[in-house]
């Protein structure tokens, strides 16, 4: 059961006692905590919340891991040289080689720096105490997109020339003439809108409807257990449904750390490759 969801299930508890004996569905205030600390910088107002930290936290946990897992290395690698390697090896092999190309290695350690900061992110989901990942909060999956965005535009202007690169999206290899009054705005939109914004939208809205049924189905149990007569016997099928819907949230947490790298080195190989 959820720390999110016992609190949740406080405040039904209190709900329960002024009259209002309903299930209350969980909203979007845990998305928008209240701020711990405010500061203003070069006239910009900043807020750190109880999401900020968790992504400092998150990070530095991964920094760690993967400063002691290379600290050491030897020929016979220990079980954390062995994770930290095998994390590394199938961004490098399976997304710098296979994916962006012979022109990809260079590229890996920005690829894997990007898969373990997402992985972290979406791992904070189910640890004690967090139970939120900071990629369910559409600003951090936008910073994501947007730096990716302008690595994407810029490897294809530094390969390609800003003259070649900005034609061949504009006017596509090998499309007939007449074509290009269809073919052009699709071009336009699919490498300067849809890319970075679908980009942005796949993590976010994962990781969002992940949170959503993991403080459904705890909240729901926590509920049942406190109403009582007839309600407590589904009880244990909605705390068996968190406990399940735990284990699928593991594996989003992987897949979407991959895909996000994956669809990135899709962008990188395009941007290297001298058509689209």
Not at 237 to 266: K, P
Request: proline letters at 5%; charged letters at 10%; aromatic letters at 14%.
């Amino acid at each position: 059961m959820t720390s999110s969801a016992i609190a949740l299930g406080n405040v039904l508890a209190v709900e329960s006692d002024s009259g209002d004996t309903g299930f209350q569905a969980p909203g979007l205030g845990e998305f928008f905590p209240e701020a711990i600390a405010r500061f203003s910088l070069l006239g910009i107002d900043f807020e750190i919340t109880r999401i900020t930290l968790i992504l400092w936290v998150a990070t530095l946990a991964m920094t760690a891991f993967l400063y002691f897992s290379s600290r050491k290395a030897s020929i016979v690698p220990g079980r954390l040289q062995f994770a930290g390697e095998s994390g590394y090896s199938l961004v490098r092999d399976g997304i710098a080689r296979d994916v962006v190309g012979p022109k990809g290695v260079p590229f890996a350690p920005f690829l894997a720096s990007l898969f373990f900061f997402i992985l972290a992110n979406n791992f904070m989901a189910i640890v004690p105490l967090a139970q939120i990942s900071p990629m369910s909060k559409f600003a951090f999956p936008v910073v994501l997109a947007i730096i990716c965005y302008v690595l994407y535009i810029y490897v294809g202007i530094r390969e390609q020339g800003a003259a070649k690169y900005f034609k061949d999206i504009f006017f596509l290899p090998g499309v007939p003439g007449y074509m290009y009054v269809l073919v052009t705005p699709i071009e336009v939109l699919q490498n300067f809108v849809v890319r970075p914004v679908t980009l942005a939208i796949r993590l976010f809205a994962n990781m969002f409807a992940g949170h959503m049924l993991l403080v459904v189905f705890s909240l729901g149990a926590v509920y049942l257990f406190q109403v009582g007569n007839f309600s407590a016997v589904f009880g244990p099928i909605s705390a068996l449904m968190a406990i399940v819907m735990t284990f699928f949230e593991l594996l989003v947490i992987i897949l979407q750390a991959y895909v996000f790298t994956v669809l990135m080195g899709t962008y990188l190989n395009a941007s290297l490759e001298a058509e689209h």
